[in-house]
């Protein structure tokens, strides 16, 4: 967003925001608001870029169209807090907890969110590409629809996560824990999930074409129509999946031989 180009109030200073807890549009980037107690605070529309917020309390606060690229939220609270259009692209984020944040259409892409709590959040609609999310706490998250291309989820919690239409072509989803993840119609092109945990999973019309899937637990998995094309599924543990019309054709099966079948026999 262009802060030339819109009408700004006056400064607030830094202790007045700490005082008032009331910041909407104000422009504080690269201001040192670490341990900053701003829980409930409302800072809607507010330019915080390049800001450092870490460790501070942002319980839910009011973070709609906030801008906070590239700023510093390494152990910051978040719980609950509405970042609903919000552009954290690049931001820090490491060990951040957002448990049940609202981050809805969120800009999050290149961020770093190593094991960050996002629990029950709800990213529909987010741009998290090339975002690390390595060993974060996913459970029950919603990406719906959300952009995650080349995102990092390697050892990830994602455990009945919603990924339904997601994007995630070219992910890292490595050793991540996706046991009843909801991944219908999703984007997994060329998405890396060796040993990755996929346990009755829904990836019914999921499109897999050259994902990676050695040694995957998909024990259960729904992957009724989904795109299997030249996947890598090399000792997958497929006891009990359904490949209901799957395509399969030059997948690398289980015990290491080529499909020729265009669609899945029985394994």
Known sequence: MNLASRELPDMIPRQQLLNTKICRGCYLENVNLMYASLSSADLENASLNGANLSSADLREANLCSTELVYANLIGA??????????DMSGAYLVGANLRCANLIETEIKGADLRETILRNANLSGANLSSSNLSSSD???ANFDGADLREANFSKADLIYA?????????????????SGANLSGADLREAILPRAKLSNANLTGADLREAILAKANLIGVNLTGADLRDAVLTRANLIGADLTDAKMLGATMPDGTESR???????
């Open 162 to 178: 919603n990924l339904r239409g997601a994007n995630l072509r070219g992910a890292n989803l490595s050793g991540a824990n996706l």
């Open 77 to 86: 609270y978040l719980i609950g807090a509405n970042l609903n259009g919000a």
């Open 261 to 267: 079948e265009e669609h899945a026999l029985l394994i």
């Open 138 to 140: 996913l459970i029950y």
